[in-house]
């Protein structure tokens, strides 16, 4: 179906473009007023089965290209994104959604993370160890894998692709990547780059459509040996299981209810800024956003009030406009379920302090709008305590002392982000050692991870596995132990022993 004013996108395998083998198209229509912005092959099992034939083949050559000539291409590409940050932070308020700064800090990650892997291409550092044996040599060397399949989700439609394709490339992969629905416009600009800083054709293919037809074709393909999957514990666990099969390597970064706890010692106004930022920012919808709030009896009062004053304070609009605090949520049905969340929080008993309705008026009926919403006298076993909303909706729970507090905190199937509002420094430390989460912040949000660290979760947050920092090059290698004898006599380990 042609959309006026819209381009149409193709699939991009092996340098070139190709409709779905069906013909089918869908479209990308921005959450903040409605307009359509692209059209796109709706693919199916056929499209990735010719993409992970061009990519399989293209494997045999780049993983042959030294790594340092591999992270030069990541170097150049850092810096196309840079001179294009501004137009890519645009698009991304129109696409995703999310307002300026933040869209600008989306494209900044992949910038950063893309420096950072380039430089991983001098390093990708083994070991060398002593032999147990005369005159023998030992090292452990990375080696790549073959077709990385790369299934991303729509809340960072920048920043997220770069955490899995910038290692997965300088490790010396071909990648066969399906954006997320929502935001299929981006990743075409992201590999539009990607190509102008000189991947060879084949190296990078791009699949549009669903995930129940093109990332499940990836998931059973033979021939993609990883998959890595940012996306929903239900779209985890149901990867996991098709995959089980092929015995693949799965990588998944999955959901979180993450928690700040406020203790009564804490800088208040601190306090404040911190929860609003990771609460209400990019409207909810990322991963370490923070939907509870877990506040010490003394402290419970008067943050509440602050809290709901400087929510209502927020301003709702489309992200491109300077104004704006919150931007929409992504689409109808994630509006839908945020709003249903309001009723089972009433229901439960929970108090509705504030926000808890779509937003109307002033232009908001074009697209998808949520009043920031939070709710006090919040029990930890409530639904809205425990399960991931993904929307401006955070929970207040009222605890009487640190003790509580953490075991409040953990007391949840995700385990990614926390964080501790404190003055004291024993109680941090503590922290930082007792909650059970991938990421600890001490007197920061739950927000604002950067590209040098490990980042990832325990529990059902994610199988392990580690993004960015050096840990990411484990998604993306083997390792090979290396042993040459220089004796020129056969000499057996665990049987002779040299002297
Ligand atoms: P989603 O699980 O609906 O989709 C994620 C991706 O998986 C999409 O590209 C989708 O098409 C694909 N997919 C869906 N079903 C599939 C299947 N059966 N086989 C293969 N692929 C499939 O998630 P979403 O709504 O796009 O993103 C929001 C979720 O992502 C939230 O749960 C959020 O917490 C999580 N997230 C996690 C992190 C992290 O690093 N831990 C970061 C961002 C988002």
Redesign the pocket.
């Known amino acids: 179906m042609a959309v006026t004013g819209a381009r149409t996108f193709k699939n991009f395998i092996g340098g070139e473009g190709f409709d779905a083998v069906s013909g089918e198209t869908f479209e990308s229509t921005s959450p903040a007023d409605g307009e359509t912005l692209g059209v796109f092959p709706k693919s199916g099992a056929e499209d990735v089965d010719r993409a992970v034939a061009v990519a399989k083949q293209a494997f045999e050559e780049w993983r042959l290209v030294p790594a340092p000539r591999r992270g030069e291409v990541l170097f150049r590409f850092a810096q196309l994104m840079t001179e294009h940050k501004a137009e890519l932070t645009e698009l991304m308020t129109h696409e995703m959604g999310k307002v300026k700064a933040e869209a600008g800090g989306d494209v900044q990650e992949a910038i950063d993370m893309s420096y950072y892997m380039a430089g991983e291409g001098r390093r990708l550092w083994g070991q060398t160890t002593p032999s147990e044996l005369r005159d023998k040599f030992n090292m452990s060397v990375r080696m790549p894998i073959g077709v990385v399949g790369v ?6 439609p920048i920043a ?1 692709p770069s955490w899995k394709i910038a290692p997965a490339l300088v490790c010396g992969n071909t990648i066969v990547f ?4 929502d935001t299929p416009l981006l990743g075409e600009k992201f590999v539009e780059l990607l190509v102008e800083a000189g991947v060879p054709a084949g190296v990078v293919n791009v699949v549009h459509g ?3 037809a093109v ?2 074709r ?2 059973r393909h033979p021939d993609v040996p990883v998959i890595t ?7 985890g666990v ?2 996991m299981r ?1 995959a089980a099969e092929c015995l693949k390597h799965i990588h998944l ?4 209810k993450n928690a700040i706890i406020v203790l009564d010692d804490a800088d208040l106004d601190l306090a404040v800024d911190g929860i609003l930022w990771s609460a209400f920012g990019t409207s909810g919808q ?2 370490t956003a923070a939907s509870r709030v877990i506040v010490q009896d003394g402290a419970y009062d008067a943050l509440a009030s602050r809290l709901v004053s400087a929510a209502e304070q927020l301003r709702l609009g489309v992200g491109w406009d300077d104004d704006t605090d919150v931007g929409p949520v992504i689409n109808e049905g994630a509006l839908e379920k945020i709003h249903s969340y309001t009723q089972i929080g009433i229901d439960e008993g929970a108090k509705l302090l504030t926000g808890g309705e779509v937003a109307s008026g002033n232009g908001l009926d074009k697209g998808f709008y949520y009043r920031p919403t939070l709710f006090g006298d919040v029990d930890p076993q409530m639904r809205i305590a425990q399960e ?1 909303i ?1 929307g401006p909706t955070t929970a207040l729970i009222r605890v009487k002392d640190f003790d509580e507090a953490v075991r409040v905190s953990n007391g949840i199937r995700y385990g ?1 982000s926390s964080s501790i509002f404190t003055r004291d420094v024993n109680k941090a430390f503590r922290a930082m050692r007792d909650l059970v989460a991938g990421i600890t912040y001490v007197n920061a949000g739950t927000i604002g991870a950067e590209v040098h660290l490990p ?3 325990t529990k059902d ?2 199988n392990g596995h580690r ?1 960015a920092g050096q840990a990411a090059l484990d998604v993306f290698t083997e390792w090979k132990s290396i042993y040459v004898d220089y004796s020129g006599k056969l000499q057996k380990a665990q049987i002779d022993t040299a002297t």
């Open positions: 299934i991303t989700p729509w809340n960072f997220i399906k954006p997320a629905t669903g995930g129940g990332g499940d990836m998931v999957l940012t996306g929903s514990r239900d779209t149901q990867v098709n970064e999955l959901g979180g990322r991963c991931e993904f990614l980042f990832g979760g947050t994610g993004e």
